[in-house]
């Protein structure tokens, strides 16, 4: 008997679903697909034959060379907006776009394996490259140095430039959020409840409504009377932005307020994993608004709006 013939079950999920796109994507023979993940070679032609068969007793996922493609330049430009791309990142990431292409709630918090990641990026390594967790552990010890102060404001000329923003005010925004407590909670009860209000302005000076985001399940009609203009009123369970709110605040209210401003516009922002996601990088892209995020541990010195409008 073959060595590559072997009983069911002595190969992981993952094994058989690499052996699988690498034959698929015309890598790889399923003989030499077989003697690569030790996966039986009918085993895998029984599953490349079968697009909609499911593989293992589990859900999982297969990426076709478009979608990897899209996949990386997508991860390209998390880096490129100032995020740093530690495995832990890379997983949050290929766990959103999973959960986009397959349009699955049940994918909500789906991460790929160590074991995916890390032959994804042996096929990537020329394109994707890696931040080790121990440099930001280190960049978190030194805190604000001269070298981040000097690299940050080097990093924004270069943007600036590059899209013809140095001298048009109207088109530079920082957005940013400041959380207050106050002695009621929303719904009646005693205690300290958390609002946060996203503010954003631009060079110019002109500021937009207010995004006020209250710790309830529901908003009271009565929490959005006297407010400004065109304010919005949302809520979270515990009053904080989110993934999702802040998609809302910048299709809804940013990108609404600033539809008659010339493009491209620069957004200023922390570098919170509420800010960034595929679905506000792709919204991004579309409506020509370049995102930067501020370096980690920052934001009492370079965070404008920290600096002089919170502070």
């Given at each position: ?44 032609r ?92 280190k ?22 430039d590059?899209?013809d ?74 009053g ?5 709110l ?6 809804n ?36 608004v ?8 920052t934001?009492?010195?370079?965070q ?8």
């Amino acid at each position: 008997m073959s060595a590559i013939k072997r009983r069911r079950g002595l190969y992981s999920k993952q094994q058989l679903i690499d052996a699988v796109r690498a034959v698929k994507e015309g890598e790889m023979t399923s003989v030499k697909a077989a003697d690569e993940y030790k996966v039986p070679a009918g085993t895998i032609r029984f599953h490349v034959n079968n697009d909609s068969l499911r593989i293992g007793g589990g859900r999982s996922f297969y990426l076709s060379s478009k979608q990897e493609d899209y996949l990386v330049e997508l991860i390209k430009s998390f880096e490129t907006i100032g995020v740093p791309l530690t495995k832990i990142a890379l997983r949050m990431i290929v766990g959103q776009y999973i959960k986009l292409v397959t349009n699955d709630s049940r994918y909500k918090k789906n991460q790929p394996s160590i074991h995916w990641l890390k032959k994804f990026l042996v096929r990537r390594k020329k394109e994707i490259k890696m931040v080790k967790e121990k440099q930001i552990e280190k960049s978190r010890r030194d805190g604000f140095t001269e070298d981040v102060r000097s690299g940050w404001f080097s990093n924004l000329k270069e943007v600036l430039d590059k899209n013809d923003l140095l001298y048009k005010p109207l088109q530079i925004w920082n957005m940013d959020e400041s959380g207050f407590s106050d002695e009621t909670q929303n719904n009646g009860g005693t205690g300290k409840a958390f609002t946060t209000v996203v503010v954003c302005g631009n060079a110019a000076g002109i500021c937009l409504p207010p995004y006020t985001i209250y710790a309830a399940k529901n908003v009271n009609k009565l929490w959005c009377e006297k407010g400004p203009d065109r304010s919005q009123y949302k809520c979270s369970n515990k009053g904080w932005i989110n993934e999702e709110l802040f998609v809302d605040w910048f299709q809804n209210l940013f990108l609404v307020e600033t539809a008659n401003i010339a493009r491209p516009l620069l957004l200023l922002m922390d570098n919170l994993s509420s800010h960034v996601s595929i679905k506000a990088i792709e919204l991004a892209q579309q409506h020509q608004v370049v995102l930067m995020c501020l370096p980690p541990n920052t934001t009492h010195a370079l965070q404008p709006l920290d600096v002089t409008t919170f502070g």
